[in-house]
């Protein structure tokens, strides 16, 4: 998928910008997810608030960035004007 957008031909339109920001916002939750499974830090926070922020904020910023892509893009393509 990433590799599709390196070969191919990108206009920096508002959609394609909501979804480049949600691919930097996939690598970083990822990240955080990965510092998450460190069984030393695991023991520091263990049912923290850490852990729920962290899921309920990928979640949460995910869906927002694909409903704010969609908007942008269909809107386009409904009325017609850019």
Known sequence: WLLSLCGGFLNSETPLLFVLCLILFCVMVCVTGVAMSNSGLDIAIHDTYYIVGQFHDA???VAVL???SGFYFWIGQISGRR
């Open 66 to 68: 694909v409903i704010f």
């Open 59 to 61: 979640l949460s910023m």
